[in-house]
């Protein structure tokens, strides 16, 4: 196995967990001269330096906050961390033990303890009851059930058509930006508008999330076509 680069190895830990050797070599050894370390190889095996699963998930946890340190380093304020659709560490998480451990790392996320960026998680509005019914179904009584109540939290409001067309005709300029073709004049602004009204019409909870889709969709299906 040859090592591919530091953004596979943060994206696919596992597929590294027998090769400590190729990590030492490329993360270590053939960059001596540009930080100092003086740690012997083994030393970095007995630290499980390349290890992000053991120690409570210990280096994950240092990874994240030394991403944060370089967005800082690199003049800017940091790194934000998105969690979409957290529900899933109820609906796919079917053991516990797993479940119990998803949460108290919610709480340490919001708490700084370990990562001193900004995290964000997006659940629905019955997040919170979910939660505790879940855990309680499960015979879990001795959680601190009120450290959900006391997480801060903001709700959006339900956007309306005129601000979706308006959403809609920024992912167009990102989607020009992306890929450096004129999507503006592929999908005018009255072919957007009317793309929008036929994608609002559908009511559906998931409305906003299916609207989007649509219109990246439509401008990938135009640029293919370009």
């Not at 030393?43 to 030394?66: C, P, S």
């Not at 998803?102 to 659940?123: I, Q």
């Not at 879990?140 to 601000?163: Q, T």
């Not at 009204?197 to 439509?218: F, H, N, Y």
């Amino acid at each position: 196995m040859l090592f591919s680069s530091a953004e596979d190895w943060l994206a696919n830990p596992p597929a590294y967990r027998s090769q400590r050797k190729l990590l030492y070599q490329a993360l270590v050894a053939d960059l001596r001269s540009s930080f100092r370390d003086f740690r012997a190889e083994w030393q970095f095996y007995a630290d499980e330096v390349f290890v992000f699963h053991a120690g409570g998930h210990r280096n994950a946890w240092g990874a994240l906050a030394d991403l944060d340190l370089v967005a800082r380093s690199s003049g800017l304020r940091g790194m934000v961390i998105l969690f979409d659709e957290f529900e899933d560490v109820i609906q796919n998480l079917n053991r516990r033990n797993f479940q119990e451990e998803a949460f108290l790392n919610l709480f340490r996320f919001f708490a700084g303890e370990r990562f001193p960026g900004m995290t964000y998680f997006a659940v629905t509005p019955d997040f919170v009851a979910k939660c505790k019914v879940e855990l309680m179904s499960r015979g879990v009584m001795d959680f601190d059930f009120g450290r959900f109540s006391r997480l801060p939290f903001f709700e959006m409001s339900e956007i309306a058509e005129k601000e979706f067309l308006d959403l809609a005709t920024r992912i167009r300029d990102v989607h020009a930006a992306a890929f450096d073709w004129a999507a503006a004049e592929a999908l005018t602004d009255r072919d957007l508008s009317r793309l929008v009204d036929k994608l609002w019409s559908v009511r559906t909870p998931e409305r906003v999330r299916l609207a989007i889709q649509g219109v990246v969709e439509s401008l990938d299906a135009l640029f293919e076509e370009s």
